[in-house]
């Protein structure tokens, strides 16, 4: 019997597992820059360019995926 095509795959769990991890950092930082914007000051213009950077892609993240629903019935994605 073939698997389910449906069902979660272990290397695609592990990737969605590790770009998890990666968006919560990205999110922390960009809160963080969010909070104090000063903070860019303290670091070099390339810096300053990659931090603004990544928080424009945060909040596009953010704006695509609020509306996503679930997984489809039967899918149950691992907390950890």
Not at 27 to 44: G, I, K, Q, R
């Amino acid at each position: 019997m073939d698997p389910d095509p449906r069902a979660p795959q272990p290397h695609a769990l592990t990737l969605l597992r590790s770009l998890t991890g990666i968006v919560d950092q990205a999110t922390a930082v960009s809160t963080a820059v969010a909070d104090n914007p000063s903070v860019l000051n303290e670091v070099t213009p390339e810096l300053r360019a990659r931090l603004m950077k990544l928080c424009d892609a945060v909040f596009d993240l953010d704006y695509r995926t609020a509306n996503l629903s679930a997984p489809p019935p039967g899918v149950q994605l691992p907390l950890s």
